[in-house]
């Protein structure tokens, strides 16, 4: 079975810092782009950071560029974000996924139609 397990969510102060890992079992994703979506409430799913797993180009959302930071571990089979300099209006709930996304840019992914998605972790950020 096929999983994508978030872990490291929480609640931190703005300036501060958190990472999220994103493990992931089941299946080879050597050939996949692994994606960050967040969705604060009221507002719509974004995609926020995108990576092929091979590590070859990365993706960053214009309102996190900069302070975020997307890698993976291939001996863990993890892929991480790593946020600093945290902003209240970085509070949502942030989700990885994995899509093939063959011959797209990865700024097209989306989480409706990757074929791997997560449950989700609460991260909020206080003022």
């Known amino acids: 079975q096929v999983q994508l397990v978030e872990s490291g969510g929480g609640l931190v102060q703005a300036g501060g810092s958190l990472r999220l890992s994103c493990a992931a079992s089941?299946?080879?994703?050597?050939?996949?782009?692994m994606g960050w979506f967040r969705q604060a409430p009221g507002k719509e799913r974004e995609l926020v950071a995108a990576m092929r797993w091979s590590g070859s180009s990365t993706y960053y959302a214009d309102s996190v560029k900069g302070r975020f930071t997307i890698s993976r571990d291939n001996a863990e089979n993890t892929v991480y974000l790593q946020m600093n300099s945290l902003k209240p209006e970085d509070t949502a709930v942030y989700y990885c996924?994995?899509?093939?996304?063959?011959?797209?840019?990865?700024?097209?992914?989306?989480?409706?139609?990757?074929?791997?998605r997560s449950q989700g972790t609460q991260v909020t950020v206080s003022s």
């Open positions: 089941g299946r080879t994703f050597s050939s996949y782009t």
């Open positions: 996924a994995a899509d093939r996304l063959l011959g797209s840019a990865l700024a097209t992914m989306t989480w409706i139609r990757s074929d791997y």
